[in-house]
Nanobody, 124 residues
Framework: QVQLVESGGGLVQAGGSLRLSCAASGRTFSRYAMGWFRQAPGKERELVAA????????YYKDSVKDRFTISRDNAKNTVYLQLNSLKPEDTAVYYCAATGAYSNYRIPYEYKYWGQGTQVTVSS
């Protein structure tokens, strides 16, 4: 079982930056692919960035490429999402998620463990 706790959300003006963090419990963090999802009001939850369990491979939704960066620190059991050049359309609740051990980071249904979410609001 993995427990995830996000932090770092908030209110920022368009063009600004935020850094989201997700702390994971457990001693097998390095076996899990990690992803960040978001859900805006009235919209479905979507995968915006993901990182393979090895850390060698990443996925980004087209609309966030070159603006968002996902990274992990296995020694700290933490995954990060750096959000730069934020736009009002990035406003959403952001969720950290982990897959089962050694699962595919690109497949949304592989994500089995979820954090509680953190609100990101970008004003125009």
């Amino acid at each position: 079982q993995v427990q995830l706790v996000e932090s770092g959300g908030g209110l920022v003006q368009a063009g600004g930056s935020l850094r989201l963090s997700c702390a994971a419990s457990g001693r097998t963090f390095s076996r899990y692919a990690m992803g960040w999802f978001r859900q805006a009001p009235g919209k479905e939850r979507e995968l915006v960035a993901a990182l393979s369990w090895s850390g060698s491979n990443t996925y980004y939704k087209d609309s966030v490429k070159d603006r968002f960066t996902i990274s992990r620190d296995n020694a700290k059991n933490t995954v990060y999402l750096q959000l730069n050049s934020l736009k009002p359309e990035d406003t959403a609740v952001y969720y950290c998620a982990a897959t089962g051990a050694y699962s595919n980071y690109r497949i949304p249904y592989e994500y089995k463990y979820w954090g509680q979410g953190t609100q990101v609001t970008v004003s125009s």
